[in-house]
């Protein structure tokens, strides 16, 4: 286990060289932004569960992020937009990655998306009509 530590309202783990975000310490962030690195270290995991049943309405993540882990956007029903920055290696979306977000309309990347579970890494997302750059 690393040492952990919140910026911007946002809690993070660096161990080894390497951050993880572990979700929010703040509650009333509206647009969230994980940058692509803190002090010169690469963002490079999530913790599953990381933003369940938060109110956010877009997120945006960085490059370094290739696996969404389990139930990391889970119910959060305002959620309206999630973008991937970056460009090269596949975002893998494990089990209910996704799921239960009532708003989502968009997913934006310019990198492959596996839906790795298949159709049950985005579950219930009855506003989701867009999915750039999604592989089968």
């Known amino acids: 286990m690393g040492k952990q530590f919140t ?10 060289g390497e951050v993880t975000v572990v979700g929010l310490k703040k509650k009333d962030i509206l647009h969230l932004e994980i940058p692509d690195e803190i002090d010169g270290n690469p963002v490079k995991w999530i913790y599953q569960h990381a933003f369940m049943h938060e109110n956010f309405l877009t997120a945006s993540l960085p490059a370094g992020i290739t696996k969404i882990p389990n139930a990391t956007f889970y119910g959060c029903h305002a959620l309206k937009e ?10 893998q979306l494990m089990q209910c990655a996704i799921g239960y977000c009532n708003n989502l309309s968009a997913i934006k990347s310019k990198r492959p998306i596996r839906k790795v579970w298949g159709e049950v890494s985005i579950q219930n997302c009855p506003n989701l009509s867009y999915i750039e750059n999604l592989s089968v």
């Open 82 to 91: 999630i973008e991937f920055r970056g460009e090269g290696e596949e975002i």
């Open 7 to 16: 910026r911007k309202g946002i809690k993070y783990e660096i161990d080894n």
